[in-house]
């Protein structure tokens, strides 16, 4: 039985479970195995289904205390929230972004030429956004780091 892993078990529990066999081995005395194997069967069944209900993992089984629920609830409740909240934060930020970067492609779309000012600067304000630095303004023509990353080859 390699890798089979066994639970502790307590003296008084492996007292009590021979006990109960030895009564059902002297009910079913004299007679075959397969007379008192179903008796086994039920008291072992019976046995699972006692540990099952005593291991009561709180959202995973049928609720068992009232206060339990409601704490459960409120804290699943508030954490809900508050990725609700992020989320729609950033949903804005991002569509803020989206519509900086429509504008600057509507600019070069209608003609306008910049020397690419307008791209760079725009680049150099979405990349630190990125970053979480603020967005330091940089002249037309400045060629920063952050611009290269931004650029296509």
Known sequence: ?????????????????????????????????????GAVVEWHLQRIANVRAEAWV?????????AVEHALGRFYGHGAR???ARLKA????????????????R????GAADAGGRAHALLVKLLAAEAGTPAAPAAPGATTAAAKRGQRH
């Not at 600019?107 to 209608?110: E, P, Q, R």
């Open 1 to 37: 039985m390699m890798g089979t892993h066994y639970a502790p078990v307590d003296a008084g529990e492996r007292d009590l479970a021979a006990a109960q066999l030895d009564d059902m081995a002297l009910a079913h005395e004299g007679a075959p195995w397969n007379a008192w194997k």
């Open 58 to 66: 709180p959202g995973l089984a049928g609720a068992r205390d009232p």
């Open 82 to 84: 508050t990725t609700i």
């Open 90 to 105: 950033e949903n804005i930020e991002l569509r803020r972004r989206l519509l900086d970067a429509i504008a600057c492609a």
């Open 107 to 110: 600019f070069y779309a209608g």
